[in-house]
């Protein structure tokens, strides 16, 4: 994995929300990829779309990304500080409302419609039902409107996250898979629960070893649509989409945060410990207690089937606590292995930068990138 690592330099000043209150909020005029939103007003709602078309066009979004527990949330809290800046979630798990402790959630509170945290909108995390489906195509359809909804208020839309698949989806689209086999799903569906996420993840290792290198063993509906459609078509994945049109690509700048794995091994643990003792075991009871069902795909988040079995007597809560760490580990690892596919990706090593100092680095390299002009932040 190639990572652009700058020489130690002597850390950046901190960045705070204070230096974007100083400067009054106020953003410069329009650079080459913005669109003046004042001269939109009174004007017909073909000019305002094709505005948005602009904007979808020409503008390349800033996306920074990386595994599990690298620490994406503060470095991107304080970038978008710096910019004037609004993040767009890229976290599967952080859209579900309720499970805040076992997805490290930032704290936040809704207002104006949105989830807000250190002032910093954050845009598609905390707003959905733990019994809805959400998926890449979902995502990459609602980050889209989000983005061109923050620049058309001259503000920068920064995606961030770690699920790969829906920077994936977004960065690059995605075809028109098969359509849903109900019949077959709900098959699939019943041999889960009895035997197991595991047992399903096998088969499809056996099928598509490829795809199944790509899921969790634990992610159920992950696994369920991959087998849907290997046993459906005859063919793996890669095959299938390689029959399928190209999808349209969006323009983005790509930034990956990495730390070194014994590090990151002792930030998942740190972190798996934290959640226990900030409540995780009493968050799942709630939301059990509401009748939340255990099988939600809220709770395919990691470490809640392994609190809910502690909670129903089937496992000790030392138990739960350490499965919840392996599987946090092995996450990480598959994150890992779909993000070095990607060779767009540029890699800044974390492991020896202070967060304000790496958020200066990500802004200098989406500046030289043409993720925003030089000096038109806001």
Not at 2 to 27: D, I, L, M
Not at 69 to 85: H, I, N, S, Y
Not at 121 to 127: A, I
Not at 177 to 188: F, I, K, Q, S, T
Request: include cysteine; hydrophobic fraction near 40%.
């Amino acid at each position: 994995m190639a990572r652009a690592r700058a020489a130690k330099a002597a850390p950046s000043e901190a960045v705070s929300a204070t230096w974007y209150h100083s400067h009054g909020g106020k953003p410069k005029s329009p650079g080459r990829d913005q669109v003046d939103v004042k001269k939109l007003q009174g004007s017909s709602p073909r000019k305002a779309s094709a505005a948005k078309r602009t904007i979808q066009r020409t503008a390349r979004r800033p996306t920074a990304t990386g595994a599990t527990a690298t620490g994406k949330t503060e470095v991107a809290v304080l970038l978008a500080m710096r910019v004037g800046g609004e993040i767009i979630s890229a976290d599967s798990r952080q859209v579900y409302r309720g499970v805040s402790v076992g997805t490290a959630k930032p704290p936040g509170m809704w207002r104006n419609g949105c989830y807000v945290h250190h002032g910093i909108p954050h845009r598609l995390m905390d707003f959905l039902d733990l019994r809805e489906e959400y998926n890449a195509g979902m995502f990459a359809r609602d980050a889209s409107r989000c983005a061109d909804d923050v620049r058309c208020r001259r503000r920068t839309p920064i995606i961030v996250g770690g699920t790969g698949f829906y920077i994936s989806a977004y960065a690059y689209g995605l075809s028109a898979l098969p359509p849903r086999d109900y019949e077959l799903r709900a098959r699939l569906l019943a041999i889960a629960q009895r035997d197991g996420p595991e047992h399903l993840h096998g088969i499809l290792a056996q099928r598509d070893p490829e795809r199944a290198a790509q899921i969790h063993p634990r992610n159920t509906h992950r696994i369920v649509r991959a087998l849907e459609i290997v046993l459906s078509t005859g063919m793996t994945v890669a095959q299938v989409l390689r029959t399928l049109p190209v999808p349209e690509r969006r323009a983005v700048s790509l930034a990956g945060i990495a730390i070194g794995r014994d590090n990151l091994r002792r930030r998942i643990a740190e972190r798996t410990r934290r959640m226990f003792a900030a409540g995780l075991v009493e968050e799942t009871e709630s939301l059990l207690a509401e009748g939340m069902p255990a099988d939600a795909p809220g709770f395919t988040a990691i470490g809640y089937s392994h609190v809910i079995a502690y909670v129903r007597g089937s496992i000790s809560r030392e138990d739960a606590l350490e499965r919840t760490m392996r599987d946090t580990i092995r996450y990480a690892r598959a994150q890992q292995t779909w993000f070095r596919r990607d060779k767009h990706i540029v890699w800044f090593d974390a492991d020896d930068l202070r967060p304000a100092a790496l958020a200066e680095r990500l802004r200098n390299h989406f500046v030289s990138t043409g993720a925003w002009p030089d000096g038109e932040e806001s």
